[in-house]
Structures are given as C-alpha cells and as structure tokens.
C-alpha cells in the first residue's frame, strides 16, 4: 500500500520515477507505468516454501521494535502490530473518488475466483486526497513522531 504517494522526493525515488516530479508530472507518468505494468506483468511461480518461512526468532531473540509498525503519538502505550488502520481526516464528499472497474491482475485477492475465471480481474479503487492542505500547508499539524523521551530509551536499548 502506499499512501500520499505524489506529495515528495522520497516516493518519487521508491517509485523508481525521477525525484524532481512534482505531484502534476508524476500522475500522469505513474499512470502510464501503472497500464504498462497491467499489460505486461512479472511472472510468478507459486512455492511451497522459500526463505521468508525461514526466519524463526524465539524466546530473548525476540525483538519486537524490529517490525516496521506505527507509533501514532506520544501517549500511545506501544506500537501497534497488525492493526490495519489508517485513518484520514477528511471530507468524503469532496475530496474521496471512487474509481470502477479498475485494472488490476489475477494476483490480486479481493476479485472472486469465479470473476477471475471469465477473465474479470477489474476492482474498484478509492483515490483519497490524503496530502497536506497547500493552501494552509504551514498551519497543519506536524507530522507524528514518537516523545523524545520513548525515542531515547527505544534507540538505547535496542540501538
């Protein structure tokens, strides 16, 4: 999943698109990647079991800070691990699309057996406008990051 994926350098970068484009340049160029990408998917071969099962921690080699997960705010008790959420405050009236019959691929898991077998792999897709505000862009909130205190002790113990 990305989210705010046309608002900087960095993602621009990650997308594999040069990092000057600005969000106008890099909607069309990523939607001309994207219908490449539709007509001409990477092969795949389903396995049994491969090298991710083999990453095996127990007991003390347990490192739960290891895991990418969000610290919502200071006054969170802890991180939280496959929680699946991702919360946008914004006006769904105005600034939410909903986008029919998307492309997608047969990889993908919410399209229903029986469509993919008719060779309906299409979806439905929500484009939310989850960017800072331009226009009051210097008033918005600042971005969430951990209490300098929870960080200190984080990094100390876990490096």
């Known amino acids: 999943m990305f989210t705010n994926i046309f608002g900087g350098q960095r993602q621009n970068i990650t997308l594999g ?3 000057h484009l600005n969000k106008f340049e890099l909607s069309p160029a990523f939607n001309h990647a994207f219908k490449e990408i539709i007509q001409h998917p990477i092969s795949y071969e389903v396995v049994e079991t491969g090298p991710v099962m083999d990453n095996v921690m127990e ?5 739960v800070l290891s895991f990418p997960t969000p610290l919502w705010h200071a006054g969170d008790g802890g991180h939280y691990i496959d929680t699946g959420s991702f919360n946008v405050t914004r006006d769904p009236a105005t600034q939410i699309d909903i986008i029919k019959f998307a ?3 047969g990889l ?4 229903h057996p029986d469509r993919k077998a008719v060779g309906d792999t299409t979806n439905s897709r929500a484009i939310i406008n989850a960017g800072r505000p331009f226009h ?7 971005v969430n990051l951990p209490d300098p205190e929870v960080w200190a002790k984080a990094k100390e113990k876990w490096g």
Not at 59 to 63: A, I, L, Q, T
Not at 108 to 111: E, L, Q, V
């Open 17 to 19: 698109f040069p990092a």
């Open 59 to 63: 007991g003390d080699d347990v490192n």
């Open 103 to 105: 492309w997608s691929t």
């Open 108 to 111: 993908d898991p919410s399209i």
């Open 136 to 142: 009051w862009k210097d008033r918005y909130p600042k």
